[in-house]
């Protein structure tokens, strides 16, 4: 079995910075591709950022310019470093990945993280 595990979100104020941790329990795990998500109460999870196989990154027209995703194959872990945070980046963070072990592929959602942005 495996889990991707989340870490970093916390409270900042506007202008702030944090970074996102989404570690994958198993090593015998690799990311092939993950993607950071959002979802604020009442609120549709939303894309915001995209990371591939061959490193090519998509990012929501509300984070670009401000995030920045990442991936260590070698720490299993995938990261979302955002600066300049706004009060609307308010929600709860979830980060998915495709890993792959032995020619299989797997789908994942971390548990996901609170950040808020509040003065």
């Known amino acids: 079995q495996v889990q991707l595990v989340e870490s970093g979100g916390g409270l900042v104020q506007p202008g702030g910075s944090l970074r996102l941790s989404c570690a994958v329990s198993?090593?015998?795990?690799?990311?092939?591709?993950a993607g950071w998500y959002r979802q604020a109460p009442g609120k549709q999870r939303d894309m915001v950022a995209l990371i591939s196989s061959d490193g090519y990154t998509q990012y929501s027209d509300s984070v670009k310019g401000r995030f920045t995703i990442s991936s260590d194959n070698a720490k299993n872990t995938v990261y979302l470093q955002m600066d300049s945070l706004k009060p609307e980046d308010t929600a709860v963070y979830y980060c998915?990945?495709?890993?792959?072990?032995?020619?299989?592929?797997?789908?994942?959602w971390g548990q996901g993280t609170q950040v808020t942005v509040s003065s």
């Open positions: 998915n990945g495709d890993l792959r072990r032995a020619g299989a592929s797997y789908n994942y």
């Open positions: 198993n090593t015998g795990f690799r990311i092939h591709a």
